[in-house]
């Protein structure tokens, strides 16, 4: 019985083509939006998760700022000395700690002139982020220690100041904190972006490099703030306890006065923004769908008097209360659900044709296809009760002498 | 659904279920709000198995309210109405409903089968509101069209049928669940003199096979194929006589009327 329902139900439809598509418009834009804005937000969402998941969710920045708005003291900045001493006390849990300094720079090779943003690191930095050598090395423990105007290259940037991608041995000149001096090519690396890092850096003629952190924190060693990356698996926010109190201890400030920034915070409030905007996208699906689902109660009620004689003649052959609305209960279930697959189509082809444009790899959840199908029936249901149980009430006599 | 089926009224004696219909002091009336119609006054009628009745009457002579009482359609203000020995002015509308499906079997003047949908489907109809598996339901409804001389177009839509043809896919319909009792309403109301014979003849034929019939019609010559004519006046009935079905001659005198036509 209920396959004879739904094959009456999708007779009906078909029997008003225009009509019935016209009706399902308004739950096809609602799906279609919902899908296209929730694809979009997965897809954002695996991206940041992605980009998080390159930067470590170990990595944290740590700085000593003033809550009440005093001044800076020359306690609070760190120095070589110090990050020795913390990476000793925290051995169990730091695996990495820099000065997180770095300067931009235009590095100058004949006529080619090229804008840097040069990075300070220790020889270790691989350990923690992976850099992809392709020509010559890593910078090694002599050039932090001796302080050498060593340096580490990317490769796109390295075509552009001397023409060829290996340009390990080559000298170029460049000024850093108001000295010019020349500096040495020791190795090339090649960036591994995601579609989203490339989409920002595609705007960003900065190209990067690193070199000694040693060389950035000269002359005096004052550093204002520091990078660190803990050891994988430390309980981060356990961390960040101990050691803000530790740190606070030692350069006599108050607890708040030291920021902890870490990545996992950072993904937290990620999070929270999506969160957000999921609830926008439930507030727009909520109307979309209310607006849709009256449309369809309008043209209900118009099939169920223009079809009184069915109705009637129905009835008379036997159709129970019951049957009658069942039939009506089913065709605006299935009008509305077929809308609903129509506007995942709608959606999910945007979202493709955007990806397709962008080079961007797109996430389109079968969970939320069904739940939008399965939502856009449940609307047509409960919008169909009212015009079915008019149908249903319909007086065999009446609806049979029915014009 | 059948719970009532058994229970039969006390004052039901034996013959009763010779007695397929049976009509005690039926008053239907109508309230319009301001004024209250009687459309009918004190019916009394038992209808046998197998007769084949006509009622007879002009427009508003209380045969279309006898009509609608016998097929089930609407229930007595007063009195009682026995089919197959139920009384049905205690009935529920879905219980009516079933009783509709599984007893009688409607014939209309406007033929009435479902628009857009092919003759097989239209005649599946009651079967699919009995719960007939689909399986039994196509062959059943195959047969029945096959009967009425439409086997070879099972898959044709009512509009892509003549009168005569939409008339004989609602007798098709009519007999699907093989109810005991056949109405027909104005059968041939709409239809030529030639498919209106060929209707009636139709209906005759069931009659003789064993079928009871119960046609309301104004004309004459339809109502002549009848084994029995009732005659309604102002909600009463006024006379109730039996009559020679003169099925033969009327089927001479339509064909010469057949021939005749296309000039």
Redesign the interface.
Known sequence: MLLENMSMAIHAIKANKMRSFLTMLGIIIGIGSVIAIVSIGDTMRFMVSDIYKNAGVTLAYVYVWPKDGGDMRESDYFTLDEMDRLKEVFGDEISYIDSNASTNAEAVFGRNKVKYQFEGIFSNYPEVQKINIIYGRNLNEADIKGRKNNVVLEAKGAKELFGTENAVGKTFRTTIYGTTDDYNVVGIYKEDLNPFEAMMAGTNATRSGYVPDSLLTWPNDNIYGLRLYAKEGTDMNAFSDTFTSYLAKTKNRNKEDVTFYSVSSEMGSADTIMGGLSAAVGGIAAISLLVGGIGIMNIMLVSVTERTREIGIRKALGAKTRDVLIQFLTESAILSALGGILGVAVGGGLVLLGGTLFHMKVVIKPSVILVAVGFSALVGLFFGIYPASKAAKADPIDALRYE | MWKKKDKLPACVTENVREDLIKLVDVVKVYDTGSIKVLGLKRVNLTIKRGEFVAIMGQSGSGKSTLM?IL?C??RPTMGHFYLDGIDTAELS??EL??I???KIG?V?QSF??????SALKNVE??M????IS?KTREERALMLLERVGLGKRYEHMPNELSGGQRQRVAIA?ALA?EPPLIMADEPTGNLDTASSVEIMELFSQLHREGATVVLVTHEENIAAFAGRIIRFRDGQLVSDLPNVPQSQGQEETAKTEKEGAPC
């Open positions: 609608n097929g359609l609407d509308a879905d409903s079933a509709r499906n599984r409607f209309f009435n089968l479902i628009a857009r949908t109809l009651p699919t509101y009995a719960h689909k319909r669940n």
